[in-house]
């Protein structure tokens, strides 16, 4: 045979040979060219459902069924006054979630994220109720010394592990408290901030580098937080409802005005980045979704915020003498965080990392990712958010006690994550879960707080058949994923 009847070696002219190769490799790239479009992206999501990847489905189901059973139970709770106290009550769960999401995408555990959060709240509580904590804290102020020491060790140990915004939010609360600042509500929270990165960058450390099981850290950090917060108290419940700005986190809300520029700047953002990036892709010649998919799911989210934001803004009090309208800062709060926590996750090369390693650790460091680095920052994000979820939890309750998150705080937040659809195996989750989850929580004891026939032991009756229900379509998910 001659060679030029070999396929593989036909010659092409010299003047186009250089373009029609050109042009055949393209063509192997054409699916890059891809638009999808609203029917493309329903069929996505049965396709993800089948093979075992329900995503937050079942606690939305889950809340319209409960929606639905306790507006039998009582007429009140559809209410807008009962459906406007709902943020106030479970965004102190939402918040610790969130954190918990970080850490339970490594396959991990945090036990001391309530806990965290009590001696966080519980030491600005105490600055502001004696005008620093440098003033409060018994022990002759020998406490407090040990305190800054341990902030500024946890800081050090951070910069020696590359974590850089844990350890500069510790040094801004060491700042905060040596300066006495923390005498103002606003301050005492940054303190109670960082107060909780130090004890993140520690757990992570002893998790990470260490090696000890996440387990054991938390669950001892647990029980000694709730020793520490007696000494943090002097053994006295501090009130916070002396103070507008802690107060109000979760008793008030923003103005009719602010509500609706909260809702458009947040609706717009998502409008006009969903934009921009669809247009980008495809002058780019990659693959996108569609102008009607991207406007189809912007119109969908306008349409229930614009119903949310109108509805807050009437007057949901019973009593003809105070108004009450706006869209309460205890929803705002977790929402705003919530993007962030998910551009964080999904726009970073550090999201991307921390999903890795939740899917695969040993892969991820073969792969050159900093393992040790990844966790450290989790568990710093986690008793941060937990801190914050403290001073919430703090205005929910009207003060710092001397249980302050111990109990079934944590229980309840780690449910909340897992209810919404974060997976406790890892690899799996996204802000949101917290949000929906802790909705799901809170509508709970709310519903049969409606109905006083109905005995207070069922919140943990159905609370715990709901956790259940959602662990078993996590591992069943999984396993029909895994089996496909």
Avoid at 302 to 313: D, F, H, K, M
Wanted: include cysteine; charged fraction near 10%; proline fraction near 4%.
């Amino acid at each position: 045979m001659s060679e030029s009847s070999d396929p593989t070696t036909t010659a092409t002219p010299a003047t186009g040979g250089g373009k029609s190769q050109t042009t055949e490799r393209a063509s192997s790239f054409s699916l890059d060219l891809d638009r999808r479009d609203v029917r493309d992206a329903l069929r996505g999501w049965v396709n993800r459902l089948r093979s075992g990847e329900p995503g937050s489905l079942p606690s939305v189901l889950g809340l319209l069924v409960l929606g639905v059973i306790f507006s039998q139970v009582s007429a009140r709770f559809l209410s807008t006054n009962n459906i406007g106290n709902l943020p106030g009550q479970g965004a102190y769960i939402a918040i610790i979630a969130m954190g918990l999401v970080f850490v339970l995408l490594l396959g991990e555990i945090d036990l001391a994220a309530g806990t965290t959060g009590g001696i966080c709240a519980g030491a600005a509580a105490q600055a502001l109720n004696s005008n620093g904590l440098r003033h409060g804290i018994p022990g002759a102020g020998g406490l407090f010394w040990i305190l800054i020491i341990a902030m500024l060790a946890s800081a050090a140990l951070g910069f020696y592990l590359r974590a850089v915004t844990g350890p500069i939010v510790v040094l801004l609360g060491v700042a905060v408290t040596l300066t006495g600042l923390d005498a103002h509500p606003v301050f005492a929270i940054i303190l109670a901030i960082g107060i909780g990165a130090a004890v993140g960058i520690f757990a992570g450390w002893l998790v990470a580098s260490v090696g000890i099981p996440s387990f054991i850290v938390t669950l001892a950090l647990f029980l000694a937080w709730q020793g520490l917060l007696l000494f943090l108290l002097n053994s006295q419940p501090i009130g916070v409802n002396g103070y507008p700005f802690w107060y109000g986190l979760a008793h008030n809300n923003m103005s009719p005005l602010g509500s609706w520029i909260f809702t458009i700047v947040t609706v717009g953002g998502y409008l006009a980045y969903t934009i921009v990036k669809s247009l980008r892709a495809q002058r780019r010649g990659l693959s996108a979704d569609t102008l009607q998919l991207v406007l189809a799911r912007g119109g969908l989210l306008a349409v229930v915020a614009v119903v949310i934001t109108a509805l807050a803004n009437q007057n949901r009090n019973t009593n003809p003498f105070k108004v009450i309208q706006g869209l309460p800062w205890a929803l705002t709060v977790p929402i705003t965080l919530m993007i962030i926590c998910t551009i964080a996750l999904t726009k970073t090369t550090w999201g991307r990392h921390l999903f890795a390693t939740g899917g695969n650790e040993e892969a991820a460091r073969r792969a050159g990712i900093n393992v040790t680095h990844i966790k450290v920052t989790a568990f710093t994000l986690s008793s941060s958010f937990g801190a914050l979820g403290g001073v919430f939890l703090a205005s929910n309750t009207g003060g710092a006690q001397l249980d302050l998150g111990s109990g079934n705080i944590l229980l309840f937040a780690v449910a909340a994550a897992v209810i919404g659809g974060t997976s406790l195996f890892g690899g799996r989750g996204k802000p949101r879960d917290a949000i929906i989850g802790a909705l799901v929580i809170v509508i709970i004891p709310n519903g049969i707080g409606l109905r006083p026939s109905l005995p207070a032991s069922y919140q943990n009756l159905i609370t715990g058949a709901v956790l259940l229900v959602a662990a078993a379509v996590d591992a069943l998910s999984r396993r029909r994923s895994q089996a496909r």
